[in-house]
């Protein structure tokens, strides 16, 4: 049976061979292009590569303008070295830069070194560079529209240099219509910005919107810090996230086998419904970064729900040659030599700042609970009505006075509160001096009700007892290891030749957390014994998370927060529940251990186990101050 003729196909011309495509060059102009299509992905990535160019130009001030999301103009302005006369020509031409002399490709020091951002900007829209070089009396520009350039000629500047792009994407109008809305563009700018400002915290950066002409307004601004690098690194984190991000979080500063991370982490009860307050550089530039993401939600897994996100600025510095920053044309990706050592310093160090906190929380804790009180039958601001305060004897002496008398049954019939009464005065007078103060009540059979020299502090006996629990639970675990099970019937489970290479290469790491695994034969292993604590257990499936995190991450945490969140549910079961009365004694006792114990400050979801209220604020809300 012979095989049918497309139709409206001869048999003659089915031999016809086809000729072979002609291989040609691409101009110029068309290569810029296509080049600026990966560069310049939108007008933030403009505005990113411009403000790095002043940064390696040694820039101690540097001032955007942007009008329409970016899309009609960006302007940059910058003190720095500057560009001499007879360089302009070359700074707009492909792959020439000042920065790197090609023999070596992994030791970069600079933001840029591709020598592509200048060409792919000029190719796309129109481009113009006036520059006066440190040292040169004369200032000079150039300009570049859609590929074409014109100049060099004599300008008029002071110093440094003015970048100035119109019209992004004139050339590719295609380009204009993926390109998100002005107010999109414009906080993709921002967002760029803050990140550059964060890296550079002795640079000023002001970026102003101009659209519709004038002066414009500014809508970001950073002074140049002061001081060490902590403290500068402190006050500008202050300036773009804000006082509370300043307050409630902690210094990082750990090193490990060539690499050193600093910045600040925010306490778990600071978390965030997303991750936009996550900022992560590697060696000062701003990126994106899987392995940095995952080691950072790694290291606060103890302490927050899947629907929480810790805030963080970190930022890690090694030799340029243990990174690839060389990845992506964005640079927005890297690739570490040693991944398993960045991962494990990042979590290292935030567990280490994390138990140094102690029970510390949040104040923004007891801002919420505080807002969310209002004052009856006040309109505008509440009258002051100033009282001076009692003495503590005064006090202790008008207590005893107007104390009811004993109320038979009373405790069966109001069980909702019961007074720490057999706590003697000078002992509330000594215990109030410690953080979390001296119990006084217990509310609802659940909250604990304490004093403390300047205020209260209320605590969730529940919540505050899981987190001790399960301390404890992991510190006995971290001495005594983790007890394994043997199965009856061992588990056989295939593999392909890699994933059971590399499943034993860490098959020690496993033992010591319960899972015992030896090679079958072929590609096959055998699971001997599982951690006890987990019960009955899909082996193959335990194997098979083991391996994609190890694909993933260089190493494996899947088996170790797996008993950890069975730690957790345990000490749930074995923590003072809601709704039993504890004795003046045991509250206070519940309270020191809080105040001994790491992470008691939320519990094992990133809740906050107290609030503490200052006497200043809750007088505010009765009108006293």
Not at 14 to 37: F, S
Not at 95 to 123: C, M, Q, V, Y
Request: aromatic share 4%; net charge negative; with cysteine.
């Amino acid at each position: 049976m012979g095989h049918a003729i497309p139709s409206g196909m001869s048999v003659a011309t089915t031999k016809i061979k086809p000729r072979p495509p002609v291989i040609h060059q691409l101009d110029e102009a068309a290569i810029n292009r296509i080049a600026a299509g990966e560069v310049v992905e939108r007008p933030a990535s403009a505005v990113k590569e411009l403000v790095e160019n002043a940064l390696d130009a040694g820039a101690a001030r540097i001032d955007i303008s942007i009008a329409d999301g970016g899309k009609t103009l960006i302007r940059i302005t910058d003190d720095g070295c500057g560009i001499a006369p007879d360089q302009l020509e070359l700074a707009v031409a492909r792959h020439a830069t000042s920065k790197i002399d090609g023999s070596d490709l992994l030791n970069i020091h600079t933001f840029g070194f591709r020598g592509e951002a200048l060409p792919s900007l000029g190719a796309v829209g129109r481009l113009t560079i006036t520059s006066r070089a440190m040292g040169v009396d004369e200032a000079a520009m150039i300009s570049v529209d859609g590929g074409h350039r014109q100049g060099p000629r004599p300008a008029a500047l002071a110093r440094g240099t003015v970048v100035e792009l119109r019209d992004l994407f004139h050339a590719t109008p295609a380009r204009l219509k993926f390109l998100r809305s002005d107010r999109a563009e414009t906080q993709a700018i921002n967002d760029v910005v803050r990140r550059l400002a964060m890296a550079e915290p002795f640079v000023s950066f002001t970026l102003s919107d101009v659209s519709g002409g004038g002066a414009g307004r500014v809508t970001f601004r950073a002074d140049a810090q002061t001081g060490d690098l902590f403290d500068a690194l402190h006050g500008r984190l202050r300036q773009i996230l804000g006082s509370e991000f300043a307050e409630n979080s902690l210094p990082i500063n750990a090193t490990r086998e060539g690499f050193s991370l600093t910045g600040y982490a925010a306490l778990p009860t600071y978390s965030r419904g997303s991750s936009v307050q996550q900022f992560l550089f590697v060696n000062g530039r701003p990126v994106r970064d899987k392995l940095l993401i995952g080691a950072l939600r790694g290291a606060y897994a103890d302490f927050l729900s899947r629907d929480r996100h810790p805030a963080a600025a970190l930022f890690v510095e090694c030799d340029p040659e243990l990174v690839d920053v060389n990845v992506h044309p964005a640079k927005a990706e890297v690739r570490f030599r040693e991944p398993g050592i960045v991962r494990g310093l990042i979590v290292s160090a935030l567990r280490h700042a994390l138990a140094e906190a102690g029970h510390r929380a949040s104040t923004t804790v007891a801002g919420v609970a505080l807002g969310a009180f209002r004052a009856e039958g006040t309109v505008g601001r509440a009258p002051v009505y100033q009282m001076d305060r009692p003495s503590q004897r005064a006090l202790q002496t008008g207590w005893q006075a107007q104390a009811p008398e004993a109320v038979p049954g009373f405790a069966e019939t109001a069980p909702v509160f019961a007074r720490a009464e057999d706590v003697p005065p000078d002992q509330v007078e000594a215990l109030q001096d410690h953080p979390l103060g001296a119990a006084r009540a217990q509310l609802h059979e659940n909250y604990i009700i304490a004093q403390t020299r300047d205020g209260m502090v209320i605590v969730d006996q529940h919540a505050a007892h899981e987190r001790l629990v399960y301390e404890r639970l992991k510190r006995q675990m971290a001495e005594n290891g983790v007890r394994a099970q043997a199965l009856l019937i061992p588990e056989i489970v295939d593999l392909s030749a890699d994933d059971a290479a590399r499943l034993l290469a860490v098959a020690d790491d496993l033992g010591r957390l319960g899972l015992t695994i030896e090679p079958f034969g072929g590609s096959a292993v055998c699971v001997r014994e599982t951690p006890a604590i987990l019960g009955q257990v899909n082996a193959g499936a335990l194997i098979r998370d083991i391996l994609d995190e190890l694909s993933d991450m260089g190493e494996s945490r899947a088996l170790g927060e797996r008993i950890d969140a069975i730690l957790s549910r345990v000490a749930c079961h074995g923590s003072v529940r809601s709704g039993r009365r504890m004795s003046a004694d045991e509250m206070n006792a519940l309270l020191r251990e809080m105040e001994a114990t790491p992470h008691s400050g939320q519990c094992n979801h990133g809740r906050p186990t107290y609030v503490e209220l200052k006497l200043a604020d809750i007088e505010k809300l009765f009108g006293r101050r």
